[in-house]
């Protein structure tokens, strides 16, 4: 629960848990400067530090990493109106294996290909001049099929490649401020961003559409869980440094964004 204080000229706020943030001293915040300087108008991109880069490669892929090719996933039988009125944030989660058939729709909904034409591949989330910019780690502790480790989604073949072999979650949890729920599911997608994947065709307007479609990638995440009779949460308090360090990550081109543990519902 957040609790917001207002004082003259500053914002100070003050986390439950015990963390403070610390006050702005500068009237316009960071987050209100981002906000005013990602703002187009009649003459184009309002901001003045504006950098186009070159193509970055759609599909990202780890050169001789072992892969692990995942089942196909058949449609499921929930209604889309159904999952919205069932689907809640659920933090703690039976001792119990998720199944491989289960990981492969979640990923698919995460950011998964879900139909191909002469001139694109679609994925499920709408992305911004089709560039698709996530990426998709997941930390396996129980799933049916796969040793515990870090895996990245490789969307291209809907693959998993082997990153970090080895329990992982107790490292994402304490990189995730201690919070339970990262590291006594059975699995946790790990949503990353490459930013220049956009960046460079839209430059800082990009980061705007970034984090809209990390929100997309989220609810469709809770949806699929609802339909699969499983849960997740939402978990955006993180270290950033220590999980772009985890999974390998330099925080400039390419950072974490969001983590969702999933599992059964202990209750």
């Known amino acids: 629960m957040l609790r917001f204080t207002l ?3 500053t914002l100070g706020i003050l986390w439950t848990s015990g963390y403070v943030a610390q006050a702005q001293e500068n009237a316009m915040s960071i987050g209100l400067r ?18 186009y880069g070159a193509r970055v490669p759609e599909f990202k892929t780890y050169d001789g990493a072992p ?3 995942l089942p196909a996933a058949a449609a499921g039988d929930l209604s889309v109106d159904n999952a919205i009125h069932r689907r809640k944030s659920i933090r703690t989660y039976a001792d119990m294996p998720v199944s491989l058939n289960q990981l492969t729709r979640l990923l698919i909904a995460a950011d998964g290909i ?10 499920s989330i709408p992305s911004a001049g089709a560039l698709n910019p996530l990426e998709v780690y997941v930390a396996v502790s129980q799933v ?8 990245h989604f490789k969307v291209m073949d809907t693959s998993l490649e082997l990153v970090k072999p080895g329990p992982v979650s107790a490292k994402l949890q304490a990189a995730a401020l201690g919070q339970e ?23 800082d307007r990009g980061y705007r559409y970034v984090y809209m479609e990390v929100g997309g990638a989220m609810q469709s995440v809770y949806l699929q869980a609802t339909a699969l009779g499983l849960g997740t949460v939402a978990v955006g308090a993180f270290e950033d440094a220590k999980v772009n360090e985890l999974l390998g990550l330099d925080g400039r081109t390419e950072s974490a964004l969001l983590i969702l543990p999933v599992g059964y519902p202990a209750d």
């Not at 049916?144 to 895996?151: A, F, Q, T």
């Open 7 to 9: 004082t003259l000229g």
């Open 34 to 51: 981002f906000q005013q300087e990602t703002c187009y108008d009649t003459g184009g991109s309002v901001g003045k530090n504006i950098g």
């Open 67 to 69: 892969a692990a090719k």
């Open 114 to 123: 879900t139909q191909v034409d002469s001139r694109i591949a679609h994925r």
């Open 144 to 151: 049916s099929g796969l040793d515990s480790g870090l895996y």
């Open 181 to 203: 729920s990262v590291g006594n599911a059975p699995l946790a997608l790990v949503i990353t961003a490459r930013f220049d994947r956009t960046t460079r065709k839209y430059a």
